[in-house]
């Protein structure tokens, strides 16, 4: 997506911390979201954060916003060769939709 | 379990052939979109139903028609597939257009 960032691809070692950065656009954002999508599957909710919120934690998932810089990360830790994966952050628009960024593929190797 | 469930998960049809994809969901969610996902890249919005309200996105080729009988089905019709309609095909639902959206397992579409 245009309007939403991510790198590409991250590669980690399994029980090392994954961190997946994003960008975005929309300073009226109300929530932002992550993705994760297994190959041929859709896309599975993992997690979001309210706007008003710098940090949010579930299990072995972390998320920080920095609104100011509209800059979103996902930290997994202790990542496991089931997190492989692509990643996709999200943001939700005035519109009434979400703008998808392109997506992180997530390689951990053994 | 509440879900989205998308049929058929693969279908191949011809150049010109029409072809109408389906999406059904126990969530009793108010919105459902239709997104066209190639490679791996970011899904590309469609349209979407906000109730029996439709949303095209301004960019979706006429070829891509959509029907929201109920609740809980909508359909993507393909009139005259082309092969660059080739892609998976991705179903969601939210309750309200601006949260969490959650997706079917997709239809891979295959033009011959």
């Known amino acids: 997506g245009e309007d939403v960032e991510q790198s590409l691809f991250l590669s980690v070692r399994e029980g090392d911390s994954s961190v997946i950065n994003c960008t975005y656009t929309d300073s009226s954002s109300t929530y932002l979201y992550w993705y994760k999508q297994e190959p041929g599957a859709g896309l599975q909710l993992l997690t979001y954060?309210?706007?008003?919120?710098d940090m949010k934690q579930d299990q072995r998932l972390t998320v920080l916003l920095n609104k100011k810089d509209k800059h979103l990360s996902l930290r997994i830790a202790d990542t496991q060769t089931g997190d492989s994966a692509i990643y996709f952050c999200a943001e939700d628009t005035n519109a009434g939709k979400s703008t998808f960024g392109d997506g992180t593929t997530l390689t951990v190797k053994p | 379990d509440a879900m989205v469930i998308q049929n058929p998960r693969y279908q191949v049809t011809q150049f010109g052939k029409p072809v109408t994809l389906s999406c059904s969901q126990t969530l009793n969610h108010n919105v459902m979109y239709w997104y066209q996902q190639k490679s791996s890249q970011a899904p590309k919005l469609l349209f979407h139903?906000?109730?029996?309200?439709?949303?095209n996105e301004a960019d979706t080729p006429d070829n891509f028609q959509s029907r929201r009988p109920n609740t809980s089905f909508c359909f993507l019709d393909i009139r005259s597939p082309g092969l660059g309609d080739a892609a998976m095909y991705l179903c969601?639902?939210?309750?309200?257009?601006?949260?969490?959206?959650?997706f079917g397992p997709g239809t891979r579409l295959t033009v011959t």
């Open positions: 954060i309210f706007s008003n919120m």
């Open positions: 139903y906000y109730d029996k309200d439709f949303n």
């Open positions: 969601a639902t939210s309750s309200s257009p601006r949260y969490e959206q959650y």
